[in-house]
C-alpha cells in the first residue's frame, strides 16, 4: 500500500465515523496515536478533546498549523460505501444522526499527512512545528476553549497560524484572499410568547406560530431594506419549533438565526434591528409579555494578513494548484481566533475537494463558481470530497506553506 493509499483509508474511516463538537475522542485518539509513532511530543485534552502535536527541530520559528475535527448533526445521503451510519447525543439530549458534512475528516487527513512528510525530512527545515487539532468549530467554541485552557502558555506561542477549508471548487485549485476572508458569525435564540388555546378557538389565543411566521417574514426585510448594497450581511432562521400536537395552540415559539457580517457596524445594526423585529411584532400581535433575544454565540471574521498572503502565495503555487481570489465568503470560521490571541498573522485558504472531471471545459473563475453553486456543497447532506486528488493536493499545500515559515537548517541572522 502506497502512503496515499493508507491516508486514503484514514480519511474513510473518519469519514465513516463523525463525532459531535467537543465529542471528538475516538478521531483525537487516532490523531494522537499517528502523531506520536511520527516523533511528535503529543498532548490530549487540550480545551476538551483537542490535540497538540509539537515537532522540535532546532532553533527557529513555530509555525502552527490548524485542522478541525467535528462533525455536524445531518444525517448522510451521498451513498457512499464509507458513508456515515453514526447516531449521536446532541447538547440539548436529543439523540441525531451525525456526518463530517463539512468535510473536517478531510481537514484532519490532510495534517496528518502533512505532519507525517514534515518529520520525515527534517533535515530541510529547522523550527518547531505546532500541529493544532481543534474541536468544536461547528459552535465557534474550539479555539475559545484550547485557548482557555494555556494553549499558548503550554506549548509557546507561533509566529504564523496556517490552514485550510475544503471547498466545492475543483481539486487543484486554491481560494486564497488577502484581508476580510471569512465572515463574522453570531447566533441568536429568539423566544416568542403567546397564550395558548385550542385549535378550534384561535380567537381565545394570542397565536405564537402566527407571531414566529410574521416575524420569519419581517427579518427577511433586513438585509434587503437595511444593509446597503456595498454592505455584506447574511440572516437566516435555521429553526423554527412551536406546539405538540395538531389540535392546540401552544404558549411559545422558537426561532435560531444564524447572522454573517464582516463589518462591525454592519453586525452591531443587523443584531440591533432583529431585536426591534422580535420585539415590534410581539406587540403587534397583542403578546403578553416581551419575548427573549438571546445572543447564544459569536466568532470573529478571519483576516488574512496581507503581507504574510503574499508571502505564502509563492509557497501554494510552486505545488502546481491554481490560486484564485474566491471573494467574500460568507461561511465563518474560528481560525482567526488563534491568531489573534497570539498576535500574529493568519493564512487560511480554500482547498477545492470536487472531482475536477465535473469542471471540465470550463474556463475562467467565473465559470468554475457558477458550476460550483450546482453542486452539494459544505453541510448538505450530498457533501462528499473526493479524497484523491484532494488529499494528495491538501497535503503539500500544508507542507508548502509551512516550509516558507520555518527556518532553513544553517540559516544566520
Known sequence: MTAIEEWVEVYQDLHRNPELSFQETRTAG????????????????????????????????????RADMDGLPVEEKTGLAYASAQRGVDDDGHDVAVMHACGHDMHVTCLLAACDLLATDRATWSGTLMA??????????????MLADGLYERFGTPTIVLGQHVAPLPAGVIGLRAGAAFATSDGVRIVLHGRGAHGSRPEASVDPVVMAAATVMRLQTIVSREVGGSEVAVVTVGKLAAGTVINVIPDSAELLLNIRTFDAGVQERVLAAITRIAHGEAVAAGAPREPEVDHLSSFPAVVNDAAAVERTRPALAGVGVT????????????????????????????????????????????AIAEKARTIPSNHSPLYAPVPEPTLSIGAAVLVAAAREWLGTPGATG
Open 30 to 65: 487516532i490523531v494522537a496515536e499517528r502523531l506520536t509513532a511520527m516523533g511528535y511530543d503529543v498532548t490530549a485534552g487540550v480545551g476538551g478533546t483537542g490535540v497538540v502535536g509539537l515537532l522540535r527541530n532546532g532553533d527557529g520559528p513555530v509555525v502552527l498549523l
Open 132 to 145: 493544532v487539532f481543534q474541536p468544536a468549530e461547528e459552535q465557534g467554541a474550539g479555539a475559545k476553549a
Open 323 to 366: 490560486i484564485v481570489d474566491p471573494g467574500l465568503v460568507t461561511g465563518s470560521e474560528d481560525v482567526g481566533s488563534l491568531a489573534t490571541a497570539a498576535g500574529v498573522p493568519c493564512v487560511f485558504w480554500l482547498l477545492g475537494g470536487a472531482d475536477p472531471a465535473q469542471f471540465a471545459g470550463l474556463d475562467g473563475m467565473d
